[in-house]
């Protein structure tokens, strides 16, 4: 399902634990790591498709989380051509997206990347909310700054900072190499095989993939 421009709509979701960490997801068989997100189905709400998607990509139900905001208009990538089907080439453009911040009101052993037989995720972990862009797929990069600068005002006050340098996938203050916010967690290009964990502290910050992918802003 295409806009007039070419555009799939989509959501995205950023979730918070107690702390106002973020769930940080490895995608599958890459070393790049994301937010989950999916497409809108035909006829299908925003709220509809995001609540799907919390399910299918880590296993969560709708009340496990509550929403504290979403993104006051649609945000938008293009996917470059080598990454296009061929069949879609001239068709699809990219992706539209609505984000949703949400808060997990539940335990996080509630999270589940084998919820369906088609998982998004093989390994994920807490990080802070500003996360680091140059582990994020290259074009998708705005969108993530737009999104996470944009929904920062519904953070603590500590929180709410823009702590991205404008025209750079960098955060600020971050000394030791394009990886350093991984210091005391798992490096990005950790490959982690199903029932396995790397846990450098007693939180378990990165849990592997079996442990059994409008209107104004407004807090809900």
Known sequence: ????????????????????????????????????????????????????ELHEEVGLMPEHVSIVARTRDWLRYEVPDRFIRRDARGHYKGQKQIWYLLRLVAQDWHLNLRATSHPEFDAWRWHDYWVPLD???????????????????????????????????????????????????????????????FDPDPQGDLRAGDSNNVDMPRPL
Not at 136 to 148: I, Q
């Open 135 to 197: 582990v994020v797929v290259e074009f998708k990069r705005g969108v993530y700054e737009m999104a996470l600068t944009e929904l920062a005002r519904y953070l603590p006050r500590n929180e709410h900072r823009n702590r991205y340098l404008r025209g750079a996938g960098r955060q600020r203050g971050l000394d030791d190499g394009p990886h350093a916010a991984y210091s005391s967690g798992a490096p990005p290009c950790m490959e982690l095989p199903p029932g396995a964990s």
């Open 1 to 52: 399902m295409l806009d007039r421009e070419g555009f799939r709509p989509n959501v995205g979701i950023i979730l918070l634990n107690q702390r106002n960490q973020v769930f940080w997801g490895k995608r599958i068989r890459s070393h790049s790591w994301q937010f989950p997100q999916g497409g809108i189905d035909r006829g299908e709400t925003p709220e509809q498709a995001m609540y799907r």
